[in-house]
């Protein structure tokens, strides 16, 4: 009786209480978009003034990571590739490295327009690379149905920044349409190596193989990881993984620069 009288009582104040609650909880997740959005432009602005013009340089691209460097080189000196696709352009370093040290074009594609028009600007001077504005999944359904689809491509997935993670649909339409492929996903964690950075999304989990093996198991995608310690590591040691189809594991073996994953490693 004492308890209904006193919920009867208090009901409005609990009310109240609720919704400051709520309109708090909306106003911090806009304060952390606009810090974002923040962050961003002033990032953009500091690009404009010290290198509006990609140049190519040790510490630029895949993070400023030389491992990462070698990881790449490795797998293009041992596979056929014959395209590179890029998720998350950002101002387009990997981009511009990727073409340099290949000569393969690269398709890449990037979010945000004014980071986009950045990019561009940036890697004007070379023609290999092809630069989108636009949702990465969107965009991969699009080259799906060009013939780059048939070509031999390396994917590097990188669009992970904000609050969503494309990373499963990326992954998803990359298996069900090209005929071969290596896919690399930067900022995932390397198991048994805690110094090698990786995400965390609060919607999607850690990006490891705890959240991401089912999927790797369903499209039959074989995980390798550096071969060096974190410790060896430049630039933002972020970790990362480096999926490969069941045919050309044997070859895979080969890198000095990459170690497959075995079940028995702590992780
Ligand atoms: C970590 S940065 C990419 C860095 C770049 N790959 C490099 O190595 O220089 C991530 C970029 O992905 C972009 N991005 C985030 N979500 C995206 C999406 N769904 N589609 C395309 N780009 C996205 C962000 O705007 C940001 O510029």
Redesign the pocket.
């Known amino acids: 009786m004492i308890h209904l009288f006193k919920r009867i009582l208090f009901k409005p104040v609990y009310n109240r209480w609720d919704s400051l609650v709520n309109r708090l909880r909306k106003n911090e997740k806009i304060i952390h978009e606009l810090q974002n959005r923040l962050r961003t432009q002033e990032q953009i602005t500091e690009y404009l003034i010290e290198s509006p013009i990609f140049n190519q340089a040790q510490n630029v691209?895949?993070?400023g990571q030389i491992q990462r460097k070698q990881i790449f080189k490795g797998l293009m000196n041992t596979f056929p590739i014959q395209s590179i696709v890029?998720?998350?352009?950002?101002?387009?370093?990997?981009a511009g490295y990727m073409v340099i040290e290949t000569g393969i074009p690269v398709n890449t594609?990037?979010?945000?327009p004014h980071?986009y028009r950045l990019a561009r600007k940036r890697l004007e001077n070379y023609a290999n690379i092809f630069i989108y504005q636009?949702?990465?999944?969107e965009?991969l359904h699009r080259l799906a149905e060009t013939e780059i689809a048939d070509l031999f491509t390396f994917f590097?997935l990188?669009?992970?920044?904000?609050t969503?993670l494309?990373l499963k649909d990326e992954i998803t339409l990359i298996c069900n349409a090209w005929k071969r492929y290596i896919i690399m996903i930067?900022d995932f964690q390397v198991p048994g190596d805690d110094g090698y950075r990786y995400d965390s999304y609060y919607n999607y989990g850690p990006l490891s193989l705890s959240t991401f093996g089912d999927l790797f198991s369903k499209y039959n995608l074989i995980p390798f990881y550096p071969a060096a310690p974190s410790a060896e590591e430049t630039g933002s040691k972020a970790g990362c993984v480096v999926l490969f189809m069941e045919k050309d594991v044997k070859t895979a073996e080969s890198c000095n620069s990459l170690v497959k994953y075995h079940r028995t490693e702590a992780h």
């Open positions: 691209g895949f993070n890029e998720t998350g352009t950002w101002v387009g370093n990997t594609v990037e979010v945000n980071i636009g949702n990465s999944p965009f590097y990188d669009a992970h920044w904000g969503t494309p930067d």
